[in-house]
């Protein structure tokens, strides 16, 4: 399979391999070793049709027991145990909640207690977080000063709300974290060739980032409609937080432009499972 990489190699995401599945981590997290991160591919799975094969979705008509042995195995890959996932409530919401280790196995192994919830942060060592995906934006953060993590789902709506910059305020809020230490990356997700939004999309932009960034976000077609940029717009709400410019990487990889290979909702017309992102303290 050909995959599309929109960076040169060693500034995008790496994949690494446990016999045919396939996840990817950033080069520049390789001495974190204190975290466990990782995003699935499709590879490796269990999942048949248009869930195949790593799907890590329980609600979109999958059978049940495959999505489980896939967290399973996902799990098991990136070097953690399904048991200790806590998982979002994604709703497009820039709501962001402080797990520990009482919540582990919500969302995979027992219910959750909570809703609308598209980010989470812990400090608490055996905790994986989970989010969702397939095209929107993955947001992860490490705060390898005060022994923290986060992870967001960065969909328009969230960019627009700077989830972002809400997930930096709330680890601030609650670990200590000074935007100035976190690591931060952007995971796979829907690139701005890929990403046609209508100008109602575009007004929401137009309220919440300058003019200066607007010019760097999108650009008006012929048909009226807009080509927007995710990937640089939560680049400017990490910076907007305080994060640096050095400590900020780039996945590299579409989802819409490498359909085979990962989940993309605009690339099967909503025909698709989830890819999972994790990020965890070990
Ligand atoms: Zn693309």
Request: proline share 4%; net charge negative; with cysteine.
């Amino acid at each position: 399979m050909e995959i599309i990489w929109s960076l040169p190699e060693g500034q995008h995401m790496v994949p690494e391999k446990k016999g045919d599945l396939i996840y990817l981590v950033y080069p520049g997290w390789k001495d974190q070793k204190e975290y466990v991160h990782g995003f699935s591919t499709r590879l490796g799975g269990v999942s048949q049709g248009m869930y195949s094969s790593m799907n890590l979705s329980f609600t979109r008509g999958d059978e049940e027991t495959a999505v489980q042995e896939n967290f399973r195995r996902i799990s098991e890959a990136i070097g953690f145990l399904k048991e200790d996932l806590v998982c979002s409530d994604q709703t497009h919401t820039t709501n962001v909640r402080r797990v520990g280790k009482q919540d582990r196995g919500k969302g995979i192994t027992r219910p959750k207690n909570f809703t609308d919830v598209d980010g989470l942060i812990t400090n608490e060592p055996g905790v994986v977080l989970a989010t969702f995906y397939a095209d929107c934006v993955p947001l992860f953060f490490i705060d390898p000063v005060h022994k923290a993590v986060g992870l967001s789902h960065s969909g328009w709506k969230g960019t627009v709300g700077k989830i972002g910059k809400v997930t930096v305020e709330a680890m601030e809020r609650e670990f200590g974290t000074r935007p100035e230490e976190l690591l931060a990356a952007v995971g796979p997700s829907i690139c701005q060739k890929c990403y046609e939004v209508s100008e109602d999309v575009i007004r929401q932009f137009q309220e919440h980032f300058t003019e200066k960034q607007q010019e760097a976000l999108y650009y008006r077609k012929e048909n009226g409609k807009y080509q927007l940029d995710l990937w640089k717009a939560n680049e400017f709400v990490f910076l907007e937080a305080g994060i640096l410019p050095e400590h900020i990487q780039m996945p590299g990889i579409c989802t819409c432009c490498n359909p085979d290979f990962l989940f993309s909702h605009r690339a099967s017309k909503g025909k698709r499972g989830n890819l999972g992102a994790f990020l965890g303290i070990r």
